[in-house]
């Protein structure tokens, strides 16, 4: 065998030893795809626990604010007679009737939160006036007029609302909870960031507030 052929040979039998079968590249392709398979599986599970998770924290904060109304006759935030109740530090309403907003460190919609929690209704310290945060990582506030909630079209006597819920939890909440459609039904979604205009679909990379009435 002359050596030039030697050459070409040992060659050719290096470049047959170095590259994959076909039978190697499906295996590797089947394997990426279990992968890729089980990420999105895992990921579709914890997105399903998150919605849950904040969907139990509507009924939560509903039945703590219908319960104080229940003992004490009076709504939570507004009650007039909270600092008789439980001591001077005690924020405290006008007792008209009527959770109302603002942005003082006495609103009542801040103080609602700490007479749910001294009422021992909410988990947490009784002293704070900070609302609660869902799994989403954004705040709850509660109303007695839907024309003060962030979504005034809401129906219903009192209006809980979550701030920057995922777009992608958004149908499953409302599913979960209601009729499946945001802009209809006792729960409204709508568009916050970015953009600010009634969500017509669900923008899955979004941050919605969502309103639910009770």
């Known amino acids: 065998m002359s050596a030039s052929v030697e050459q070409a040979w040992s060659e050719d039998k290096m470049k047959r030893q170095t590259g994959f079968t076909l039978v190697e590249i499906a295996i590797v392709l089947v394997i990426i795809g279990l992968l890729l398979g089980g990420m999105l599986k895992g990921q579709e599970l914890i997105d399903s626990a998150k919605v849950k998770n904040i969907a139990q924290d509507y009924r939560a904060i509903s039945i703590a604010v219908l319960s104080y109304q229940d003992k004490y006759r009076s709504l939570p935030g507004d009650d007039a007679g909270a600092v008789n109740r439980w001591g001077a530090s005690t924020c405290q309403g006008n007792g008209d009737g009527v959770i109302e907003g603002g942005s003082s460190a006495t609103a009542e919609i801040l103080c609602l939160w700490q007479h749910l929690r001294l009422a021992n209704l909410l988990t947490g310290d009784s002293t704070s006036l900070a609302s609660p945060r869902h799994t989403d990582g954004g705040p709850f506030t509660v109303l007695s007029r839907a024309s003060d909630s962030a979504i005034p079209e809401t129906p219903g006597g009192l209006i809980v609302c979550a701030e920057n819920i995922r777009g992608r939890h958004v149908a499953s909440l409302d599913t979960l909870m ?36 009770f």
């Not at 459609?181 to 919605?208: V, W």
């Open 178 to 213: 209601d009729d499946g459609n945001p802009r209809s039904g006792s729960m409204r979604a709508k568009l916050t960031s970015p953009g600010s205009s009634t969500a017509s679909g669900i923008d899955e990379n979004g941050l919605y507030t969502v309103c639910m009435g």
